[in-house]
């Protein structure tokens, strides 16, 4: 990699041209990616593309004038500077937030270089268009409220938010609940089970902690191979594996955890009283995120939940 000052006139508006590019593509990939589901938004980026071609072509007419019509390629990986920017193809299903803060660091990255790259010349028509390409973007980070009340009015704006609540739900909440779910209810049998079969403490916690760790193994392979989310957008299957695992381990931990008090009657109490406040945490998720009505939420968890306790604690008892 070079130094930024290393590069010769001829080099920089050849770097030039080539980011121009990449952000013109880069605006329009996240705009197409966004088509879809955010209107309002892929609208912006297109008209941010179009800007950024037109900025192109300037630099274009110029070098060919003074260097003629072959341009080297030099790339942003070529300088030392520039931050690394992944291809977005690889990243989607993106989020709305996600993309917005990127448009706004390639407005900023661009301004930079054009402040620096133009402080560098001596011939006076490129320091004049870099200079013109510095303040162009400058007025792109004043414009970005302008280009979002313009293209993003309310209406579009709240489809979008519930847009991206509904990638909330899949990605993480919809995973994560279905773990929880799981790790709470199904360790309730072999751990009451086991805890009213021995009468003690340590073994009952031993067996809640195997029963708990391999069902979140289990859940989290059972969810990331599931499907890559490409069609139905839910995201990274690794991520969510890793939310289904992670949360059915807690689930079944939480109950668990109270065995590690040597007195069994005590841990046994504490325990039963952990089950009910994890059950009505449930009801209350499903009642908020999945638009499940309260009592129903209710009686599908805790009384699911109950009946699963009561026959750990009967098979237990014989």
Known sequence: MKNFSDPSEQELL????????????????????????????AHMLTAMAEEENGHRHRLLDLYREKFGDHIPLIRRQDVQGFLERKSFWLLRPLGLEKVRAQAELMEAESKRFYQTAARHSTDAAIRQLLGDLAAEERRHEARAEEFEAEY??????????????????????????AGLMDGSVSTLAPLFAAAFATQRSWPTFLIGLAAAVGA?????????LSDNGSLIGRGSPWLRGLVC?????????????????????????????????????????????????????????????LLVFATGVAIGSG
Do not use: C, W
């Open 14 to 41: 050849a770097l030039a041209i080539t980011l121009e590019e990449e952000d013109n593509r880069t605006y329009s990939d996240l705009a197409e990616a966004l088509r879809e589901s955010y209107p309002g938004t």
């Open 245 to 305: 695992g992670a949360m059915t381990a807690l689930g079944g931990l939480g109950h668990t955890s109270p065995f590690l008090v040597p007195s069994f009657a005590v841990a046994t109490t504490i325990a039963a009283g952990v089950v009910i406040v994890e059950l009505a945490v449930i009801a209350g998720i499903r009642n908020r995120y999945m638009d499940t009505p309260l009592f129903s939420a209710a009686f599908q968890i805790v009384g699911g939940g």
């Open 152 to 177: 993003v009015p309310a209406e579009v704006e709240k489809e979008e938010d519930e847009a991206e609540r509904r990638l909330f739900l899949l990605q993480i909440v919809q995973p994560g609940l």
């Open 216 to 224: 979140g193994i289990s859940m989290g392979f059972a969810e990331a």
